[in-house]
């Protein structure tokens, strides 16, 4: 062998060894990461609970309008029952107003067993009647499509906040925004 092809097979060996990464180059980025991680993370975390809250009324919504619709299309009176511990809400209907008045039943199915609110999603109900056997809250739907007027307020301990609002002459609720919410 002479000694170009000696120095061809060297500078080979040597392109082996170099084409991997340096120490620097993974520190910075590795220090990239980081730095975009420590923006980007801490949004995330303040979206979460806003989330939770926005479902939690839109599952309250959808039931109120349910509580509505039955009301009506049923001819009985509808109750939108509200627990205190653990936070969580649930339909019950009047089944026979004419032999047995002011008697409440859990609505058959899913409307009628407790749907937990999300932990730590508060519930603020104003303008419920309160019931004395039991020490929960209620929102009356009647026949004639009327409601009891309330405001509710869904909140989280981290953020995120929505008002729900309750029209006692069309019994239907809506979404407000909390600056816009009666007082």
Known sequence: MNCAAVRLQASGIRRNRRSGFTLYEVIIVLIVL????????????????????????????????????????????????FSKEPPAYRLEYEPDPMNEPATFRPLPGDWGAKTELPEDVTVTVEGAEPDEENGEEYLEFSPDGTATEARIILAHENGGEVVLELDPAGGRARVVEPEEASP
């Open 34 to 81: 980081l730095t975009v991680s420590a923006i980007v993370i801490p949004s995330f975390s303040g979206f979460l609970p806003t989330e939770k809250v926005r479902r939690s009324g839109d599952g309250l919504l959808s039931t109120m309008a349910k509580a509505h619709d039955d009301a009506v299309l049923t001819s009985r009176r509808i109750r939108l029952v």
